[in-house]
């Protein structure tokens, strides 16, 4: 079955660093995989998604993350952190025709 | 385009207490969702929907968990009877379906709270 896995349950950076979270994810087969974003008391919001073609993804508010196959991994950056950044970020993947994995978050604080 | 749309927001109930939850997914969506979010973690698939037929009930805990999508539009989630762990946010999601890429458009939930 599949399984995503996100280092870091908690990640804290300052305003103006470099956001780095990680995702890695089992799957024979690559999947589709996408980042989303929850703030309090909200639904989940898709940051972006790989599912063919060019392995690095821009998203929405300057987000990016890169599929690496050779590491099963689809980590999420972002160059210099704002204060709106802070929320909790979900990997997802999904295989064709089956249901989204998602992994257990990671909350990013974001430091004055 | 409206978006996912989920009532109610809040739930506060006492144990033992039914409780329903009512979800309006994007109009044209065939698949519909409901997902358990407890707190810290990741959502967790409870049934998805093609149309108006289950496909996907796996993991809905059928003694106390019912789902109907009447006519595959809206949905209703119930709990009877309620008990203090399921206490979480239930979270509709619609998609235009599983043979696609395209991703999960969320409500905002439904957060219970089961006293």
């Known amino acids: 079955a599949q399984s995503v896995t996100q280092l870091g349950s908690h990640v804290s950076v300052s305003e103006g660093a470099l956001v780095l979270l990680r995702c890695n994810y089992s799957s024979s087969v690559p999947p589709y995989l996408f980042w989303y974003v929850q703030y309090p008391n909200q639904g989940l919001q898709l940051l972006l998604k790989?599912?063919?073609?060019?392995?690095l993804v821009k998203g929405i508010n300057g987000f990016e993350a890169e599929f690496k196959k050779s590491e099963t991994s689809f980590h999420l950056t972002k160059p210099s952190a704002h204060m709106s950044d802070a929320a909790e970020y979900f990997c997802a993947v999904r295989n064709y025709g089956q249901n989204f994995v998602f992994g257990p978050g990671t909350r990013l604080s974001v430091l004055p | 385009e409206a978006g996912v749309v989920q009532s109610p927001r809040y739930k506060i109930i006492e144990k033992k207490q039914p409780v329903a939850f009512w979800c309006n997914p994007i109009s044209g969506h065939n698949t519909l969702y409901w997902y358990l979010q407890n707190l810290g973690q990741g959502p967790e698939l409870l049934i998805r929907?093609?149309?108006?037929?289950?496909?996907?009930d796996s993991q809905l805990p059928k003694d106390r968990f019912s789902a109907e999508r009447l006519k595959g539009v809206d949905s209703t989630l119930k709990i009877q009877p309620a008990e203090l762990g399921d206490s979480a946010v239930y979270l509709c999601?619609?998609?235009f379906g599983t043979g696609d890429t395209g991703e999960l458009f969320f409500g905002e939930g439904s957060r219970l709270t089961v006293l």
């Open positions: 929907y093609e149309n108006e037929e289950a496909v996907d």
């Open positions: 790989y599912t063919t073609g060019a392995t």
């Open positions: 999601a619609s998609s």
